[in-house]
């Protein structure tokens, strides 16, 4: 027998952490890395945050879980929470960011089924968008290298350039249920929309009764400088896709929704057994409780500008490995002339400093959101000593 026992479909590096201590992990050797990778965008209270601890250690010792037959107290209230912090007036609690962007295709497709339209069950998608792993979300995710194995693929999905507005509008029809987009592509690169386009789209969407679902799951979460990211667009979506940070590690998402577009969601329609669990609450509480107030979205915005001003500074150094910073707040991508991977990998094992490849040959700076000025410097200097090491292979063309 050659397979391992854990299904080998990640490429595995060699760091096999063992601890989590702030920004920082350990691994089972006892190297310490630097993590601005932040397990994608997850831990964005860092590692081993006593508030976040705390609150799971006492909810797993009340209650852990119970099923969805019963009243949720727990649930409710993180519900009312985010239903008072965003556009939503409902909530749907899932245990990934897949099942929160399968609970939204749902959505819009039953709220075109409850008003008689039941034709109407295409997504428009966008090119290099990721949007999980499910069957339903690899077909709404225009990446040939996710399909490949899988096809049939789920029909209901056409795909058109991301930020391209008249794109989106030349591919609506007769059958079109609304647009399903990432504010701010992360895999597909960090590459925010801009405002036209998606102030386009929502402006399409009214026109026509379409349903505008946005996928936050990882742009969200205060990773911006602001709660969710549409906030800084000016207008709002009628579904929306949250999930990675929203448990700070613990395993969470939800699929949010404006009264009129959960319409078809009624009794019998949709389901979780673990889904909004007691534990799982209380992990989403204690990450709210820490990043949904303006004096902590501040801070995000702040040491993100120093954090790509720095970078900005820096990688003039470099014009033959970089070519610039882009993205919002805490969610940076490093624009690249060679490989990322490569650099990623040299960044890494070289260097004690973690940061995730991307698509459009992007590095990911993602952060936890409670670094310091210390981890800035900290990821400078590994950064430079990186940079000034690496000899890259053939720049890519
Ligand atoms: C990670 C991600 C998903 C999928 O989340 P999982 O928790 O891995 O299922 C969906 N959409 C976006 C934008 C993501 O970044």
């Not at 239903?83 to 749902?106: P, W």
């Not at 673990?274 to 409780?289: F, R, W």
């Not at 459009?360 to 990186?386: G, K, Q, W, Y």
């Amino acid at each position: 027998m050659s397979i391992t026992p854990l299904m080998p479909v990640y490429p595995r590096c060699g760091v096999r952490p063992v601890r989590g201590e702030h920004c920082h992990l350990i691994s089972e050797d006892g190297t310490r890395y630097l993590d601005f990778a932040s397990g994608i965008a997850v831990n964005l209270l860092g590692h081993s945050n006593e508030h976040l601890i705390g609150a799971i250690q006492k909810q797993a010792a009340t209650l852990m879980h119970v099923s969805n037959l019963y009243g949720s107290p727990q649930g409710e209230h993180l519900a009312q929470r985010l239903v008072d912090l965003t556009f939503a007036d409902t909530v749907f609690f899932t245990n990934s960011g897949a099942e929160a962007v399968e609970c939204a295709i749902k959505t819009a497709r039953a709220y075109h089924s409850s008003v008689g339209n039941d034709h109407k069950y295409e997504l428009i998608t966008f090119k290099n968008a990721f949007h999980g792993r499910t069957m339903a979300t690899i077909s709404a995710s225009k990446q040939e290298k996710m399909h490949k194995g899988f096809l049939p693929l789920l029909e209901g999905f056409k795909y058109v350039d991301f930020d391209d507005l008249e794109g989106a509008k030349a591919a609506m029809g007769p059958n079109t249920a609304g647009f399903l987009v990432e504010p701010i592509q992360g895999e597909g690169g960090i590459r925010d929309a801009s405002d036209e386009f998606l102030k386009g789209l929502r402006a399409l969407c009214d026109e026509h009764d379409l349903v505008l679902i946005f996928d936050e799951v990882q742009c969200g979460v205060a990773r911006t400088g602001t709660l969710y990211a549409y906030e800084q667009y000016g207008i709002t979506p009628d579904v929306m896709a949250t999930a990675k940070g929203i448990g700070g590690g613990f395993p969470i998402g939800a699929c949010l929704a404006t009264e009129k577009a959960a319409r078809g969601m009624v009794a019998g329609t949709h389901g979780s057994t673990y889904g909004g669990n007691p534990l799982a609450m209380a992990a989403g509480e204690a990450v709210l409780d820490v990043v949904a107030n303006e004096e902590f979205l501040g801070e995000v915005r702040a040491k993100g500008e120093r954090l790509r001003g720095r970078i900005e500074q820096f990688i003039g150094n470099y014009p033959d490995l970089f070519i610039g910073v882009r993205g919002r707040g805490l969610m940076l991508g490093l624009m690249m002339k060679v490989e990322p991977r490569p650099f990623v990998a040299h960044m890494r094992d070289n260097h004690q400093l973690l940061t995730v490849s991307a698509g459009d040959n992007t590095v990911r700076v993602i952060p936890p959101l409670v670094i310091d000025d210390s981890h800035i410097d900290e990821f400078m200097e590994r950064l430079s000593a990186a940079a000034a090491s690496y000899a890259p292979e053939a720049p890519v063309t």
